[in-house]
């Protein structure tokens, strides 16, 4: 049987495939998707506005969407209504990360290959963790107007736990929400991250513009604000920044 042909709507989706091996047998990815071997594959534009008969025309065997980009449910709902094959990720925690690793590995016909790219990256995290004596409260900013921050209901939570530290917002059910500088104050954070998803710059001097007081730091979304293997990367970039805090040896 010849491989699936696939298509990926999200960048998260397409970072998996990567990590399997699989990039040649992408026909088809969203315009923010990145890394080697993508030049073949056809461009559909952004996550949230998916060029659906663009899609149609790749003839994909099998479309991998993700609910974990907000507002993505209306593209799901274009894309079943075409007839076209889908697989929904959905996962808001770090263990639901592994977990569809390992269903995208089964789904392409990769399941060995899956199970080590979860194992690893979940050997991987856990190298990373520290204790500390009182837990860095850490804040993930998403975008700065309105100031909108990372949640309970999100694999930030999960990853920052991991490294011995808290989501300064894990009091806060949901996967996001907008704040006002108070709240943000509030939350007592003792890190700001500023990850903004869709940003062509990441601009932390405009966080510390605000007069907090807080430590800032950058990190690409493509290590925080993707759900797939290369939370790694964001991993290993707070896990630095954590041990720079003052206090927090």
Known sequence: MPPLRLASLTCSNTDILHALGVTRQLV???????????????????????DVDALIAARPDLVLASLS??????????????GLPT?????????GVLHDIRVVGAATGMPERAQGVADALERDLSALHRAYERPPRVLVEWWPR??????RDSWVTDLLDGLGAVNALADRAGRSTPLTLDEVRAARPDLIVCSWCG????????IEAR????????IHESGLGRPGP?????????RAALDALPGHP
Do not use: F, W
């Open 28 to 50: 088809a990815v969203d315009s923010h998707s990145d890394g080697p071997g993508l030049e073949h594959a056809a461009r559909l534009g952004p996550d949230l506005n998916i």
């Open 69 to 82: 980009v907000p507002g993505m449910e209306h593209v799901v709902d274009a894309v079943q209504a075409a």
């Open 87 to 95: 697989l929904i990720l959905d996962p808001i925690s770090v263990p």
């Open 146 to 151: 309105p100031i909108i921050a990372a949640t």
């Open 199 to 206: 940003a062509k710059k990441l601009r932390p001097d405009v």
């Open 211 to 218: 007069g907090l007081g807080v430590p800032v730091v950058a």
């Open 230 to 238: 290369r939370l790694l990367e964001g991993a290993r970039q707070l």
